[in-house]
T-cell receptor
Framework: DTGVSQDPRHKITKRGQNVTFRCDPI?????LYWYRQTLGQGPEFLTY????????KSRLLSDRFSAERPKGSFSTLEIQRTEQGDSAMYLC?????????FGQGTRLTVV | AQSVTQLDSHVSVSEGTPVLLRCNYS??????LFWYVQHPNKGLQLLLK??????LVKGINGFEAEFKKSETSFHLTKPSAHMSDAAEYFC??????????????FGQGTTLQVKP
C-alpha cells in the first residue's frame, strides 16, 4: 500500500502525559499537513510543511503542540501535558500540489 | 478568507433516488473546491475536485458537482443512491491565496442516510 500511513491508529493516555504520533506521507509528495477532527465536526487545519520547512501553524496549535518533518520525509506530531480537550482524531495528509491524500488518522483519547 | 457552508447537516434518501448535498463557498480568490467522503472508521477519500477547468465535475462512484460562480455554490449530486453511499460528506475549499499553502478548509459535514 503506497498511501499515507499513520501510527498508532489509537492512543489512550492519561491527562498530563506526552504523546507522539507519526505520519508517513506518499513518498514523492513534498507537502504535508496535520489536521484535527472532533466528533461531529469537519477537520481543522493544524500545520503545514513543505519538505522539511514548517511554513504555517494554526492558532489552534498551542505551545504544547510541536510538529517536525526531518529530512522532508515522515512527520511527527507531539502533544505535551495532554488535556482532555485534546481528545480527537489527528489526521495527516500529503499532497504533490492541489490534491490531498489522507491517512486513516490517529484517534487520541485523554482520560 | 475562504470558508464553506454545508446547508444540511443530515440528508436522508431512499435507495435508487437522487442525492443532493448542498454547499456554498466564500473565497477572495479563484477557488479550488473539493468533495470528500468519510465512511465510518475509514480515512477521507476524495470524490471530486474543481480547479478552474470545466464547471461540471465528474467524480468517482457516479457523483458529480457543478461550480456556479454566480451562486457561489458547489452542490454534489448523484442520480441514484446506493446503500454504500451512506457516509459523511465534506465540502472543502483550498487556500489559493498569496501564501498558496494548499491547506484545506472543511465544511461541517453532511451525513447521508440511505434507506432501503
Amino acid at each position: 500500500d503506497t498511501g499515507v500511513s499513520q501510527d498508532p491508529r489509537h492512543k489512550i493516555t492519561k491527562r498530563g502525559q506526552n504523546v507522539t504520533f507519526r505520519c508517513d506521507p506518499i513518498s514523492e509528495h513534498n507537502r504535508l499537513y496535520w489536521y484535527r477532527q472532533t466528533l461531529g465536526q469537519g477537520p481543522e487545519f493544524l500545520t503545514y510543511f513543505q519538505n522539511e520547512a514548517q511554513l504555517e501553524k494554526s492558532r489552534l496549535l498551542s505551545d504544547r503542540f510541536s510538529a517536525e518533518r526531518p529530512k522532508g520525509s515522515f512527520s511527527t506530531l507531539e502533544i505535551q501535558r495532554t488535556e482532555q480537550g485534546d481528545s480527537a482524531m489527528y489526521l495527516c495528509a500529503s499532497s504533490p500540489l492541489t490534491e490531498a491524500f489522507f491517512g486513516q488518522g490517529t484517534r487520541l483519547t485523554v482520560v | 478568507a475562504q470558508s464553506v457552508t454545508q446547508l444540511d447537516s443530515h440528508v436522508s434518501v431512499s435507495e435508487g433516488t437522487p442525492v443532493l448535498l448542498r454547499c456554498n463557498y466564500s473565497s477572495s480568490y479563484s477557488p479550488s473546491l473539493f468533495w470528500y467522503v468519510q465512511h465510518p472508521n475509514k480515512g477521507l477519500q476524495l470524490l471530486l475536485k474543481y480547479t478552474s477547468a470545466a464547471t461540471l465535475v465528474k467524480g468517482i462512484n457516479g457523483f458529480e458537482a457543478e461550480f456556479k460562480k454566480s451562486e457561489t455554490s458547489f452542490h454534489l449530486t448523484k442520480p441514484s443512491a446506493h446503500m454504500s453511499d451512506a457516509a459523511e460528506y465534506f465540502c472543502v475549499v483550498s487556500d489559493n491565496g498569496s501564501s498558496n499553502t494548499g491547506k484545506l478548509i472543511f465544511g461541517q459535514g453532511t451525513t447521508l442516510q440511505v434507506k432501503p
